[in-house]
């Protein structure tokens, strides 16, 4: 027999930042004897963004799907939910976290990003943002990856380094599991 205490739903509000968002859209969450299993928050422009990964039974997801999509035009928050099964992991050598900094130069988070990909490195979680020291933009970003066991870690981490030395880039590269 199948269960379904495994179902997830993948819930992503924005709208105008303002005090309250999180709590409203928590204890909907809550009321619907949902469980939050993962959440993120983030403030881009003005706008307030929050992602959660819920699980529940069927009903409790069904009475998410029913409930937010009111609520959210009620808080004036743009809506999106999407069914989802719990995340299998692939294997893993290793996990890294990137932190990088360096003047603003337009193209760099996509050639790092595109750099992941030809290597076959998956991204799990990647913040950037840019601010001013003296005068000049600067960039900064933080990324999480994860080698496969198929991929040499010796090798890429020399790929690595010679490729932030021809963006011209600061770095720290540390294993993290």
Not at 15 to 31: H, M
Not at 71 to 81: C, N, V
Not at 122 to 134: F, G, Q, R, V
Request: proline share 3%.
């Amino acid at each position: 027999m199948a269960t379904f205490a495994n179902q997830q739903l993948v819930l992503t509000a924005i709208g105008e930042d303002r005090p309250g968002i999180v709590s409203e859209l928590t204890k909907l969450v809550s009321d619907c004897h949902c469980n939050i299993i993962d959440s993120r928050i983030a403030i881009l422009g003005n706008e307030f963004t929050f992602i959660m990964l819920l699980s529940g039974d069927m009903a409790a997801l069904c009475r998410v799907e029913h409930l937010l999509p009111l609520k959210g035009m009620e808080m004036g928050l743009l809506t999106m939910m999407k069914r989802t099964s719990q995340h299998i992991p692939g294997e893993y050598s290793a996990g890294y976290t990137l932190e990088y900094h360096g003047v603003d130069t337009p193209g760099t988070l996509s050639k790092f990003t595109g750099f992941f990909a030809e290597q076959n490195i998956s991204i799990c979680s990647l913040k950037s943002d840019t601010y001013e020291e003296n005068e000049q933009l600067m960039m900064r970003c933080e990324i999480e990856v994860n080698i496969p066991v198929e991929v040499d870690s010796d090798e890429f981490k020399m790929k690595f380094e010679d490729f932030s030395r021809k963006l011209n880039v600061d770095y720290i590269f540390r294993r993290i599991r």
